[in-house]
């Protein structure tokens, strides 16, 4: 079965891209519809070509399983730190391989529990529940880090200021344990000084 690759672009590039990336199941879409289809199943590729495509993309509303692809020249673009960012120029070879190392790190596994999308798995009994597109990005960050800062994700991921007394990360890290519990899972995330970890 090919994995599902959702492509933002413009027409152009897309229909470049169809020519020789064969084989993945490839759903071609607009710039322009990135709002209306948060945060579809399978991995997502954004290809930014001008300044003017930049304006057409909320990146503060992405998660990690998006992949932007950059070819324009300045560094002064904003990016969400939970998405991943490649600048062209690539090779048609290198732009494959980064596309195939993104899709399988997508694989979200970490002991008995399971990421599908917005779906939290226990591989163990099949229990599941649902994230939300915060707890997910928390989650992610934390099973692919192991042990992270309150305050990364609090500016990178929740999009907190530092100097801001909130207590936002706290509400969500309670709903994600509450539902790693629910699912019966042996993985706890624990706190230490002002440190996340994700232990069993």
């Given at each position: 079965?090919?994995?599902?690759?959702?492509?933002?672009?413009?027409?152009?590039?897309?229909?470049?891209?169809?020519?020789?990336?064969?084989?993945?199941?490839?759903?071609?879409?607009?710039?322009?519809?990135?709002?209306?289809?948060?945060?579809?199943?399978?991995?997502?590729?954004?290809?930014?070509?001008?300044?003017?495509?930049?304006?057409?993309?909320?990146?503060?509303?992405?998660?990690?399983?998006?992949?932007?692809?950059?070819?324009?020249?300045?560094?002064?673009?904003?990016?969400?730190?939970?998405?991943?960012?490649?600048?062209?120029?690539?090779?048609?070879?290198?732009?494959?391989?980064?596309?195939?190392?993104?899709?399988?790190?997508?694989?979200?596994?970490?002991?008995?529990?399971?990421?599908?999308?917005?779906?939290?798995?226990?591989?163990?009994?099949?229990?599941?529940?649902?994230?939300?597109?915060?707890?997910?990005?928390?989650?992610?960050?934390?099973?692919?880090?192991?042990?992270?800062?309150?305050?990364?994700?609090?500016?990178?991921?929740?999009?907190?200021?530092?100097n801001m007394e909130t207590n936002s990360l706290e509400s969500h890290l309670t709903r994600i344990r509450r539902k790693m519990s629910k699912i019966n899972t042996k993985v706890k995330i624990k706190t230490k000084n002002e440190?996340?970890?994700?232990?069993?």
């Amino acid at each position: 079965m090919k994995s599902k690759l959702n492509i933002f672009s413009n027409k152009s590039i897309r229909n470049f891209l169809g020519n020789f990336l064969l084989k993945y199941d490839l759903f071609l879409m607009d710039l322009e519809d990135i709002e209306n289809s948060l945060h579809p199943q399978g991995a997502n590729i954004i290809i930014i070509n001008d300044n003017k495509e930049v304006s057409l993309v909320n990146f503060k509303n992405l998660n990690s399983t998006y992949l932007v692809i950059s070819c324009i020249k300045n560094n002064n673009l904003f990016f969400n730190k939970a998405i991943q960012l490649l600048r062209c120029p690539l090779s048609i070879i290198n732009f494959e391989n980064s596309i195939e190392n993104f899709i399988q790190n997508l694989q979200f596994d970490f002991h008995d529990l399971s990421i599908d999308n917005e779906k939290l798995i226990n591989l163990k009994n099949n229990l599941f529940c649902y994230l939300t597109k915060a707890e997910l990005d928390i989650l992610i960050h934390l099973i692919r880090e192991k042990e992270t800062s309150k305050n990364f994700i609090k500016e990178y991921i929740l999009n907190i200021k530092s100097n801001m007394e909130t207590n936002s990360l706290e509400s969500h890290l309670t709903r994600i344990r509450r539902k790693m519990s629910k699912i019966n899972t042996k993985v706890k995330i624990k706190t230490k000084n002002e440190k996340l970890i994700i232990t069993v």
